[in-house]
């Protein structure tokens, strides 16, 4: 039975076997004295101990485990006997020397891991961390950020994150990790007399470059300067500033993160009671992604990067913030590039339902003639919706008398236009989108539309509707209704909001003609109730040179051979060979070429 001891290694409690003990502090005096006329020897020392501590937590399963001479051997075969390593201050020289000699060991070698390297940093240095761990140059990584932050604009996210996951190398061992080198005794102590020969290098410069009568009458006559004071004043004031923006962090990351679990929340409840709202979205969801898939990705593509600005602005005001640890860090990080490749994926699912788009025409002659009288108008079914006119832009699911589920949509357009023809005819476009040409043909085939025409008075379906089956893909009709020349339509108000058209469709019904009877003429149409002095405008523009007749929005002109007659709104113009007569505002002027 073997006595057991309790030892604080670089402040971490380890129980140990009594000769495992005995071992160990042989060995660690060893290193002591093969380091007594070192620079920097405690430090040496400390770090040698930090690691040996770093090594034995690797092989402790748990706080009762027992240190036994096996693991001591193990460490030290890491480590390496004191006399393995020959060192001398000269091998820190430019010029390699024989005297350095260093037995290699195979398992003394080290897994390069990423840290932070904040002694060679501009920011975080994260760019230092990931050039080490790539064994670059950190221009280059520090060219990828400009580019990605100026360019794709994700950069500053992505640093955001890698600075506060990342850990920082602080230690000596990870440093020396960092950089992919083995933690023994010979890299440890080179890279820390390495830091003591460029700060000794640095203070000597210094030295070099002193006035030191001038800088010792300055220190007599003030402890402190006046710049040491104004740099007081301004690390306070920006220390004050960090701490504000630290609370703005932590407002808004809360604020964010709370609002968007209530969403989310909201809507895995919605689709648990088949809320009626529901439906809506159920038409418009093209890539048929479920609801609480969707809710999921956005609660981590969203709530991810803002639960690290709230543990950021934390860090900032807590200085001593526990970490949550990599673990967890790395854990929510996968998270949110799988949520950001998701959403990624939906989005192109999503897009790809709309690449393309049909139109199914069906045409059918009217009972309509040249001198007949058409009554057009628009009707509505309160079944579907009360709300009635396309400028509505309703979009709903509905249930017909047979309770079957449809698509309802007003999204109808009206197009009237002239003919030659002896017969009227109506033209019906049904138009959708899809995935391929194919099913955006198939979905314009099935959309239901209908009009009804009886004792000259034609009745056209404000709406229409599709089966639910088919999901909203911008399904759409239009109405083009060729009237010819001579036949006399009458529009009642209901259609106003279905022929608001631009001139691109070449409509010849205008706002504001509703209620009125108008002759088709070509390519417009005449009124014929209106009043004199209304403002009515009359579409109609004739220019024929042979007979010398112009007829258009700005008045009447008569030619023939020498005589021309003019009529507009500043009055009449008529002059023949000898005569001029001209009849305006002013009165009647007559004048003659012979005077």
């Known amino acids: 039975m073997n006595k057991t001891v309790n030892i604080n290694l670089a402040g971490i409690f380890f129980h140990i076997d009594e000769d495992a003990y005995l071992k160990l502090q042989r060995y660690l005096e060893a290193i002591k004295r093969s380091f007594t006329d070192s620079q920097g020897q405690s430090e040496i020392i400390s770090d ?263 543990y950021l602005g934390l860090k900032i005001l807590i200085n001593n913030l526990k970490s949550i640890g990599n673990v967890a860090k790395f854990t929510l990080l996968g998270l949110w590039l799988m949520a950001i490749i998701g959403s990624i994926v939906i989005g192109v699912r999503q897009a790809s339902e709309h690449a393309y788009d049909a139109t199914v025409t069906t045409k059918e002659q009217l009972d309509i003639k040249a001198s007949d009288t058409l009554t057009l108008a628009v009707v509505g079914n309160t079944l579907y919706s009360k709300q009635f006119g396309r400028h509505s832009n309703v979009f709903r699911p509905v249930y017909d008398d047979n309770d079957n589920k449809l698509i309802y949509s007003t999204d109808v357009r009206l197009i009237v236009r002239s003919t030659k023809d002896s017969l009227a005819s109506i033209h019906i476009e049904k138009t959708a989108e899809g995935r391929n040409y194919k099913e955006a043909k198939l979905r314009s085939q099935e959309i239901d539309y209908s009009y009804d025409i009886k004792n000259n008075r034609l009745e056209l379906d404000g709406f229409l509707t599709t089966a639910f089956e088919n999901k909203f893909r911008d399904q759409e009709i239009e109405v083009t209704l060729y009237l010819p020349e001579g036949t006399i339509l009458y529009a009642e108000e209901n259609t106003y909001s279905y022929h608001r058209n631009s001139s691109y469709y070449n409509d010849i019904l205008d706002n504001g003609m509703e209620n009125q009877y108008l002759e088709i003429t070509n390519n417009g149409v005449k009124c014929l109730d209106c009043p004199i002095d209304d403002e009515f405008k009359v579409k109609v523009d004739i220019d024929d040179d042979e007979t010398g007749l112009r007829i258009d929005e700005d008045g009447i002109e008569i030619k023939t051979e020498g005589t021309r007659l003019k009529i507009d709104e500043d009055g009449i113009d008529a002059k023949s060979v000898n005569v001029k007569v001209n009849i305006g505002e002013d009165g009647i002027e007559i004048t003659s070429e012979d005077n």
Request: hydrophobic share 45%.
């Open 48 to 310: 040698i101990e930090h690691r040996i501590a770093e090594l034995f937590n690797e092989r402790v399963q748990n706080e009762k485990q027992v240190i036994r001479i096996k693991e001591v051997d193990d460490v030290i075969t890491i480590m390496g006997q004191p006399e393995d390593y020959l060192v001398d201050d000269e091998i820190f020289e430019d010029e390699p020397k024989t005297s350095y000699h260093r037995n290699s060991r195979s398992n003394s070698s080290s897994s390069k891991k990423f840290y932070r390297d904040t002694d060679n940093s501009y920011v975080g240095g994260v760019s230092s961390g990931l050039a080490h761990y790539f064994g670059i140059d950190p221009i280059w990584i520090r060219i990828i950020w400009i580019v990605l932050i100026f360019g794709a604009g994700t950069g500053v996210l992505l640093y955001i994150l890698l600075w506060v996951l990342v850990p920082e190398a602080k230690t000596t061992s990870e440093k020396i990790t960092m950089t992919g080198a083995p933690v023994n005794i010979s890299n440890i102590e080179k890279k820390i007399k390495d830091g003591f020969d460029s700060v000794s290098q640095s203070v000597s410069d210094t030295v070099k470059n002193v006035d030191l009568p001038k800088q010792g009458q300055k220190i007599k006559s003030s402890s402190k300067s006046f710049f040491d004071t104004i740099g007081d004043i301004i690390m306070f004031f920006f220390k004050v500033f960090a701490k504000f923006i630290g609370i703005i962090l932590i407002i808004v990351g809360a604020a964010t993160l709370i609002s968007l679990l209530i969403f989310c929340m909201s809507l895995g409840a919605i689709d648990i009671i088949h809320f009626p709202g529901l439906d809506i979205f159920e038409a418009a969801n093209a890539a048929n992604t479920p609801v609480w898939l969707i809710s999921l990705i956005a609660l981590f593509a969203i709530g991810v990067p803002f639960f690290f600005v709230f």
